[in-house]
């Protein structure tokens, strides 16, 4: 067995941040709202893109397996909700099998009855 003497690293591109978009301070003494507005779907994607050579820690650790390493471009791949299938006006392909029906997409209005009820969403 050959001793390994170099740590491999992959390379990346050195992404820049996204900045959390927040209320001015003007704004922010006016009222009780949240002062970081959170991200935009575009802004999340970017963010989402960003790699920060964390050895893919989030495969590891997500429960539902929606992350996953394609070790072809060597990079985690993570759910982003099906983004390409919601531009298309479709669901995201999780809500089309579950077999227990019990992942949603869409209208609350739309989903079976007492489903906001056991919630305890108030409307």
């Not at 709202?33 to 920060?52: A, K, L, P, S, Y």
């Not at 990079?75 to 006006?89: F, H, P, Q, T, Y």
């Amino acid at each position: 067995m050959k001793a390994i003497t170099e740590v491999q690293k992959e390379t990346f591109d050195p992404a820049a941040r996204v900045q959390m978009p927040h209320l001015e301070p003007g704004a922010r003494i006016q009222s009780f709202n949240e002062v970081q507005t959170g991200f935009t779907e575009d802004m999340t994607v970017q963010e989402g893109n960003r790699c920060i050579m964390c050895g893919a820690s989030c495969v590891q650790s997500c429960p539902y397996d929606a992350m996953q390493f394609n070790h072809e471009i060597y990079k985690a791949v993570k759910c982003d909700l099906c983004i390409e299938k919601r531009a298309r006006g479709e669901a995201p392909a999780c809500t089309t099998v579950c077999p227990t029906r019990c992942v949603f997409w869409g209208d609350p209005e739309t989903f079976p009855n007492g489903f906001m009820k056991a919630l305890q969403i108030e409307r």
